[in-house]
């Protein structure tokens, strides 16, 4: 399968004549549709919810967007609240799934009412003494071993930082109910990035049969079981992606297997998917700057490793489209790479393309999540500007890109760098 990117090369050098490349682009219909297939995948749960990951593409345009579909929002750390109340979410419209979490943060969690996952059992204490035990509470499980499906290991919660064991899970719950608790959630992320429609429907009855238990004996009413994120997306062309459809019947099943029978038929369901609600609906869109021949063939092109760091990082593969060349054949070797003083600054390595020349625009697929949000300064490259490409066709800059000014502003207080320095 080929992977058709949702901008047209004349589009796309129409764009670049008032938003110069590199710039990140995203899909509003694409991410609008996508948003309502999960709503539907998961319509059989009464309280379902999705909180949309905000570190993956933290965006008010683009949480505005999931909200008008009836999403929320996962925030991890104070900036992230602040953006999200912000854009209007509050109260159970926020999930606080944090880690490593400073006293600040759970306080301004607590003040706009949202729910607070705990990451460890000292948390407990924590943040009774900082703010006292909410009614609602979650306590986030770390399930040790390694996450398997079938034959293929996915994961290994084992070697995680995050979460509680199961044993702490009990005493949290007893702990948190002598507190004042009334009523629980329990959160769990046990494999990244799956393509499988197998995941959530795993980890749920992993979850839903500890939900049971933590009913029985602690006495907790549990009222949601946050499946988190995780469910991943296709970057491969060969890959066969997610049935999101697939996935929330899958889940249905061991809902009524396991919950229904024991009395839990109440119980909400929610994820707090990032990857899969916005990777597809973004591309990088980056122009060639020069070719160079050495023992390998180079394509240089306008962004690098600050503007999309998971090929760097992760090794990742993200596939590329060079624009009005999409019916050529590929045949052209070569490695894609932006100008870091870093030899992993490289967008594909070994990669088969149609004959790539100067000027060519270049579409970097499935950067709509863990894209721009990774983005930094190094070597003192600028964050890309970031677009939006609405329902009626029109293009509308929703970040700008980052000048010089904005990346010496933090020397602001000195006047060595004077003549650099935001105009006052
Ligand atoms: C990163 C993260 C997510 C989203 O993960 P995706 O792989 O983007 O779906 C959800 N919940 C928590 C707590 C996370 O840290």
Redesign the pocket.
């Known amino acids: 399968m080929n992977k058709i990117p949702f901008i047209t090369k004349e589009k796309a050098e129409e764009i670049a004549k008032t938003y110069p490349t590199p710039f990140h682009i995203y899909d509003e219909k694409g991410i609008r549709e996508n948003a309502r297939l999960v709503q539907k995948a998961f319509s059989w749960n009464k309280g379902f919810r999705e909180y949309f ?1 905000v ?2 593409t933290p965006n008010p345009f683009l949480l505005k967007i999931l909200q008008e579909e009836g999403c929320g929002v ?1 925030c ?1 750390s104070l900036t992230e609240l602040m953006m999200a109340d912000a854009c209007g979410f509050s109260g159970s419209d926020i999930m606080f ?1 944090s880690n490593v979490t400073p006293e600040e943060d759970y306080r301004f969690a607590h003040k706009l009412n949202a729910y607070i996952n705990l990451d460890d059992l000292t948390h407990v204490d924590y943040l009774d003494s900082l703010v006292g035990i909410p009614e609602t509470i979650s306590c986030r499980f770390n399930a040790g071993g390694k996450f398997q499906i079938s034959t293929h290991i996915m994961d290994s919660p084992q070697d995680a930082k995050f979460g509680l064991t199961r044993e702490q899970m009990f005493e949290a719950f007893r702990k948190l109910r002598e507190k004042g608790a009334k009523y629980f959630g329990i959160h769990s ?1 046990l494999a ?2 799956t393509v499988t429609n197998d995941y959530y429907p795993t980890l749920a009855k992993q979850l839903f049969e500890l939900a049971v238990e933590l009913h029985e004996q602690t006495g907790a009413e549990i009222k949601f079981i946050n499946l ?4 991943g997306v296709a970057y491969h062309p060969d890959q066969e992606p997610n049935d999101i459809l697939a996935i929330g019947e899958g889940v249905r099943k061991v809902y009524e297997e396991i919950l229904v029978p024991a009395g839990m038929g109440d119980v909400s369901i929610f994820t ?5 609600m916005m990777a597809p609906y973004g591309h990088l869109v980056t122009k060639v700057l020069h070719k160079k021949h050495i023992y390998k063939e180079y394509v240089g092109v306008d962004a690098c490793a600050a503007n999309l760091m998971r090929p760097a990082m992760y090794g990742s593969y993200h596939h590329i489209t060079v624009l009005g060349k999409e019916q050529e054949e590929c045949t052209y070797l070569c490695d894609v790479t932006g100008g870091l003083c870093e030899n992993n600054d490289k967008f594909a390595i070994d990669r088969m393309l149609p004959p790539v020349e100067i000027g060519d625009i270049l579409v970097i697929h499935d950067t709509g ?2 894209g721009s949000a990774m983005g930094y300064n190094y070597n003192g490259k600028l964050h890309s500007a970031e677009l939006l490409y609405c329902e009626d066709g029109s293009v509308k800059m929703i970040r700008r890109a980052q000048t010089p000014a904005d990346y010496f502003a933090t020397f602001d207080f000195c006047d060595i760098m004077g003549k650099y320095l935001p105009k006052k």
């Open positions: 990951a570190k993956a996962d991890s799934s992320f990244s990035n988190s994120g995780g469910v707090e998917m990032g990857r899969f999540a863990h």
